[in-house]
């Protein structure tokens, strides 16, 4: 199992420009959710997914946009990006309703650094 | 909201035992208490997680008081590559996990 990709690794916009951060799972997870960390912070939530067709918001969740079209993916967009929003964004998924599952386990992915100057 | 609260950073040296303490007073009920470790240039990656007395995993002990109002996340004989920052996690509502800024741990040889 590759468990959580994110693409692309590293990505740098100009302000106003728009892109989209593509997460994947291969775990069959219901839950998917996608952070943001700032240099020197925790992570803060920005969206979720509790299931294909279903997104909600987090903490921060101006000016980010998701859809959850397919189970196992998981679609962060930035309509116009600001500075504000250079950050390492990461994709994670969780199971809790599978045997054994866990809300408190997510699985994460490797991160996208995203750079807007 | 079960906000945690854990020292900014800890040094320890290699083949020491560390303990990490988290307090979080208002922590719900029904909450588990959970700890993530995350590497540089790293998504977090889930260590151990309890509800009261002591979980033992072959990472790291927790040890929950009965009033759950603190925990202690023990990482025994630490070794260089257990360098990373260490969080306490609390849960809220619908599954979300709320991150504070953790625990900077720096070992030393």
């Known amino acids: 199992n590759a468990g959580v990709t994110q693409t692309p690794k590293f990505r740098v916009l100009k302000t106003g420009q728009s892109m989209t951060l593509l997460c994947a799972q291969d775990?069959?997870?219901?839950?998917m959710y996608w952070y943001r960390q700032d240099p020197g912070m925790g992570l803060r939530l920005i969206h979720y997914?509790?299931?294909?067709?279903?997104?909600a918001k987090g903490e921060v969740p101006d000016g980010y946009n998701v859809s959850r079209l397919k189970k196992q993916n998981f679609l962060l967009g930035l309509e116009s990006a600001a500075p504000s929003q250079t950050s390492v964004y990461f994709c994670?998924?969780?199971?809790?309703?599978?045997?054994?599952?866990?809300?408190?386990?997510?699985?994460f992915g490797p991160g996208t650094r995203l750079t807007v100057t | 909201l079960a906000k945690t609260t854990q020292p900014i950073s800890m040094d320890s040296y290699e083949g020491q035992e560390v303990n990490i303490t988290c307090s979080h007073n208002?922590?719900?009920?029904?909450?588990?208490i959970t700890w993530y470790q995350q590497f540089p240039s790293q998504g977090p990656r889930f260590i151990i997680q309890?509800?009261?007395t002591k979980v033992t995993n072959e990472v790291a002990s927790l040890f929950i008081p009965a009033d759950r109002k603190s925990s202690t996340l023990s990482l025994p004989r630490v070794s260089l590559s257990d360098t990373a920052v260490y969080y306490c996690?609390?849960?809220?509502?619908?599954?979300?996990?709320?991150f504070g800024t953790g625990t900077r741990l720096t070992v030393i040889p």
């Open positions: 775990m069959n997870h219901e839950y």
């Open positions: 309890g509800y009261k």
């Open positions: 208002n922590i719900a009920t029904n909450d588990y």
């Open positions: 994670a998924s969780s199971s809790p309703g599978l045997a054994g599952g866990s809300p408190y386990e997510q699985y």
């Open positions: 996690l609390g849960l809220t509502g619908a599954n979300n996990l709320f």
């Open positions: 997914s509790v299931g294909e067709g279903t997104t």
